[in-house]
């Protein structure tokens, strides 16, 4: 809806015109796209205040429509209070309706109903668009007049000493119950006397919200009026003054006997009775007045209810059964003579009991219930003493079934008048009982027949029942043609037999084919439902379709356009039906996907910056990345990846609680990879689109592109993100052996022969190839030095303004001085070399660099300085930059160094040598060390020895009487040596004398 332009153009002759233009109007309101809300986000109310709903309209395309917009349908608005199980619980009345000043529609009604509900908007049969709303409307104020009383049975007459239990609802004027316990007053005023009664035990207790329980015990018999009440404002309660009677009787509700035949199941019409037997707790019996007894029959989930009549059992005589006799309720009795007795089939008190008219005065405990159900159907039955519920205060259940069949109340419900050849068709039967019961479980005595003489092809199949009084009979004609069928029931055919049905073929009906369409969300589609169906004639028109649930649904002849609701996502269907030349019908189903767009970035950071060899930023990521996705739990996946670098994820920040990144999932992919994909929810990958780094490939600068392709089930979507890398003067380099054997014995020799030597020997910078400028405007000094002898070279002529030269008299640089210059080269001889040319100068250079010296050779001292040509340093932050430079040192040499290999035998051998010579001195040092130590050990014992020889001496001195010769031989034992033998000689020769 607008104003548009209309632009012509012409690029042959570059002409345009814009001067055409058009006004688009909003097409009629359609309901479901209408937006529904409460005013002021207001869902809360009392009741009997005023509501009010804002409706903003639309039509099918989600446009709006404003009170000055021109249109031709505006349907009627009805509300729906809605339970929480979606049953309705009231529909309320709008009291008024109009326009606002924001062009929204207003809707006012009043709210009468409490509880939590929800309210439904519907316009034209369809629901808007946020409906069904919240709605909680809380109850008014109390209203006594309104309040009511309620007994869970409703007797008349109350046995003595029973208590009487009423339900008191606190209602406000709508019906609505009223939370708190309210100060009823009661007065009990006996109808004889007209004389209140004072209550003992009177008691008031809440039960409910707004529910109180008033009890009290009946305690003297006779008539009374009960009043409940509030004093206050003089006002009653609705259903006041009760009437009741309190009655002598002693009925128990255990030890009486209902029994009969009447208890049992039985069928629809027919009359059963059961007998009533009223004991005491001793089982004697309990007589009471006739018009006490009440009997209860109702059928289960409705209202029906079976009016019953009572009879109390008499004795022959036709007098009273004496109190005091004991009886079980086996003895014969019989029933009341109809000329004494004047029976009714209505209580003049509950229109649901049935007792004795004008019978009061009998007075019996034994009755009879006569009744006859007429409609099919589980009944409860409930027989009141009074307020006493027989049989310990349940009901008896029993099931009514339906009779036998009628069949001039039976019929065929359903058949088709034109059917297919060679296919399955039903004829739908009901069958009822003279009551209108439907009866079930007869369809073998149920019969399909034809009543025509054309009964070639014609078969009959199955009966099924479908439990609810209806058969399907299933038959098929295998030729063309009309057949007169008949349904029988026993033989008996139903009023509405024979009935023709026109078979024809297959091709004569139209045949609808499901179809299944795909539309992305937010847009519209339109399609021929018809295309793909079948119907003769080639004509056929859709008579009918349904309301899609999650998109608007526009017909225009054979063609649909659906347009889902803004933001829905997933599966739509609706039906339709077709009709052809014939007014043949026939439905299919359309299947709708709504499938969600891919993620779209809604925010993407420009001009990025990087820096070369260096992971870009150095702290957190690239700020700016974002993308938006309709479903907020579905796993998306976007793939991050460079031209010239790689991506990567910065460390997180730390979280607290659940971290988000446990839902994300990492892709690095393999060791080459250079992209980087990421899983899970829309925002926990926003999340990690703020950790975004970057890092170029080595030595790589200049502008790159980073590819962003977010992905779903459905499609990509895809953008490139520029990124401008700063350079870093990185360093230049030489590639020179640490030796160079020169290959001549003369005085100059080539210094590398590229064809002969296999290793490298050049120079480099790692921005050479990449330099803005072109690699002829990427300068470079390289210096060429040696400590002895000479450098000869030939240098073409455009380096001879920056050529210096070092000679061995003054060892400083100094220009170049007189040259002769030879085919654009001249030729210079220098102890050192240096020059500003570029990276192929240098290198050709060293191609053709000679030395001239000693038999001994020389060092090489090659030295290259980038002169800070491109690039920032140490940091751009700082958008500075400083030349950098490298140094290389090449021993050249005469003869042949030692082989690496010969080299390593040889220092194997000396290291050989030195473990067996360590070896062998560890040897002899313990040998010398352990012969120490034995030569310590026998001068220690002959020390000893001297020692006790002297003590030995000392002895024979004082005491002449020991025996030397034992000593002696004691010593000779201890120490062999021949001294101290002939020293025991000599004392042995000198105690002989």
């Known amino acids: 809806v607008g104003l548009f332009n209309v632009l012509i153009n012409e690029d042959r002759y570059k002409v345009s015109d814009s001067s055409l233009h058009f006004q688009v109007e909003p097409g009629n309101m359609y309901p479901s796209v209408c937006v529904a809300s409460w005013k002021g986000v207001k869902h809360e109310y009392e009741a009997g205040s005023k509501a009010t709903i804002m409706v903003l309209l639309k039509d099918a395309f989600g446009n709006h429509i404003s009170k000055t917009s021109q249109v031709s349908y505006l349907p009627d608005f009805k509300l729906y209070v809605l ?62 007049s309104n309040c009511i009383a309620k007994w869970n049975i409703e007797p008349h007459a109350w046995q003595l000493a029973s208590k009487m239990e009423i339900f008191i609802h606190q209602l406000d004027q709508y019906g609505n119950l009223v939370s708190g316990l309210y100060p009823f007053d009661s007065e009990v005023v006996e109808r004889d006397t007209n004389l209140s009664i004072p209550i003992a035990d009177l008691h008031f207790e809440e039960v409910d919200a707004g529910i109180q329980l008033f009890s009290f015990s009946n305690l003297e018999p006779g008539n009374f009026l009960l009043t409940i ?49 009223l004991n005491d707790i001793y089982q004697y019996p309990s007589p009471i007045e006739a018009d006490i007894l009440q009997v209860q029959i109702l059928r289960e989930n409705d209202s029906y209810s079976i009016s019953p009549i009572i009879y109390p059992m008499l004795n022959k005589n036709g007098s009273r059964i004496a109190s005091g006799m004991r009886y079980d309720g086996i003895s014969y009795m019989d029933t009341a003579p109809s ?53 310990e205060g349940h009901s008896f259940r029993k099931e009514v079934k339906a009779g036998e069949v009628n069949v001039s109340l039976s019929s065929v419900v359903r058949f088709s008048s034109k059917v297919s050849k060679l296919s399955t068709n039903e004829i739908v039967v009901l069958l009822m009982d003279s009551y209108l019961n439907p009866v079930l479980s007869q369809q073998s005595r149920l019969k399909l027949e034809i009543a025509s003489s ?28 009309t057949y007169e069928i008949c349904a029988s029931f026993d033989g008996k055919r139903f009023l509405s037999c024979p009935f023709s049905i026109n078979v024809y073929s297959s091709e004569y009906f139209p045949k609808a ?52 609701y803004k933001g829905y996502y997933g599966n739509d269907s609706f039906w339709y039906t077709i009709s ?45 990345f974002e993308i938006t996705y309709s479903n ?42 250079t992209s980087l994909l990421i899983e899970g929810s829309v925002e926990v990958i926003n999340f990690a689109l703020q950790s975004i780094q970057y890092l170029g490939n080595e030595n790589f600068y200049g502008e790159d592109t980073i590819q962003v392709s977010a992905r779903n089930k459905n499609g990509v979507n895809s953008l490139g993100v520029p990124i401008f890398v700063d350079p870093i003067n990185d360093p230049p380099f030489i590639v020179a052996p640490y030796f160079i054997i020169l290959r001549s014995n003369e005085d100059e020799t080539l210094i590398f022969d590229h064809e002969k030597d296999k290793f490298d020997f050049f120079i480099g910078d790692p921005d050479h190839l990449t330099f803005p400028g072109g690699q002829a405007h990427f300068f470079v000094t390289f210096s060429m030095e040696v400590n002895d002898g000479w450098l000869v070279t030939n240098l073409p002529v455009h380096l001879i303004n920056t050529t210096e030269l070092k000679h061995r008299i003054n060892y400083q640089w100094q220009p170049l001085q007189t040259y002769v210059t030879i085919s654009k080269h001249f030729m210079v001889k220098a102890h050192g070399i240096r020059f500003q040319g570029t990276v192929n100068d240098c290198n050709s250079v060293m191609q053709q660099l000679f030395y001239h010296g000693g038999e001994h050779g020389a060092v090489l001292t090659l030295t290259l300085n980038d002169m800070g040509n491109y690039g920032c340093y140490p940091d751009c932050a700082d958008g500075m930059s400083m030349p950098l430079y490298t140094e290389a040192t090449v021993n050249l040499m005469r003869k042949q160094p030692m082989s690496s290999f010969l080299a390593h035998t040889l220092g194997s051998i000396i290291v050989i040598e030195f473990v067996i010579m360590f070896s062998l001195g560890l040897l002899l040092l313990y040998f010398t060390c352990k012969c120490a130590i034995l030569l310590a050990h026998e001068r220690r014992n002959r020390e000893k020895k001297s020692s006790e020889l002297s003590t030995v001496q000392s002895s024979h001195t ?34 002989q004398r």
């Not at 409906?131 to 909680?136: A, N, T, V």
């Not at 004082?958 to 004392?987: K, V, W, Y």
Request: aromatic content about 10%; glycine content about 8%; proline content about 4%.
């Open 83 to 144: 339970h929480e199980n979606g049953s309705v619980a009231s529909v309320p009345d709008i009291s008024n309706m109009g326009w606002n000043d924001f062009d929204y529609v207003v809707i006012e009604f009043v709210v009468t109903k409490a509880g939590k509900f929800s309210l439904s908007l519907e316009g034209g049969n369809q629901t808007l668009n946020g409906s069904p709303l919240p709605l909680k409307v809380n109850p008014g104020t109390i209203d006594v």
């Open 229 to 277: 009440y509030d004093s206050k404002h003089n006002k009653s309660i609705s259903n006041m003054p009760y009437v009741y009677r309190v009655f002598i009787g002693y009925c128990d509700g255990v030890k009486s006997v209902v029994n009969g035949s009447g208890l049992n199941d039985s069928v629809a019409g027919v009359r059963a009775e059961f007998s009533v037997y």
């Open 339 to 391: 000329p004494s007795i004047e029976l009714s089939n209505s209580n003049e008190i509950s229109p649901w009991f049935q007792s004795i008219g004008n019978g009061s005065f009998v007075i019996s405990s034994d009755f009879q219930v006569d009744y006859i159900p007429e409609k099919s159907g589980f009944y409860d039955i409930n027989v009141y003493c009074g307020n006493i519920v027989l049989n």
């Open 454 to 481: 054309n009964s070639s092809g014609f078969s009959t199949l199955n009966i099924t029942d479908n439990k609810d009084g209806s058969y399907n009979c299933s038959y098929m004609a295998k030729d063309v043609g």
């Open 513 to 564: 084919n499901n179809d299944t369409i795909s539309i992305w969300e937010d847009q519209s589609i339109a399609f021929d439902a018809l295309a793909n169906d079948y119907f003769a004639g080639d004509n056929a028109s859709i008579v009918e379709f349904s309301k899609s649930d999650h998109g608007s649904l526009i017909q225009n002849g054979r063609i649909f356009r659906y347009t889902p």
């Open 580 to 624: 052809d030349i014939n007014g043949n019908l026939a439905s299919a189903s359309v299947y709708i996907f709504v499938l969600n767009v891919p993620p779209q970035f809604v925010s993407v950071p420009n001009q990025l910056q990087a820096t070369e060899d260096m992971i870009s930023p150095r702290f957190g990521g690239f700020t700016g």
């Open 632 to 673: 907020p739990m579905e796993n998306i996946s976007v793939n991050l990846s460079a031209q010239s670098g790689s991506i990567h994820l910065s460390p997180m920040a730390m979280q607290f609680g659940k971290v988000m990144w446990s839902e994300l999932t990492i892709n690095l992919g393999n060791d080459t990879a």
């Open 958 to 991: 004082e005491t002449s009487s020991i025996n030397i010769s034992d000593n002696a031989t004691h010593f000779t034992d201890c120490c062999s040596r021949p001294s101290l033998i002939r020293f025991g000689m000599q004392s042995s020769n000198f105690r």
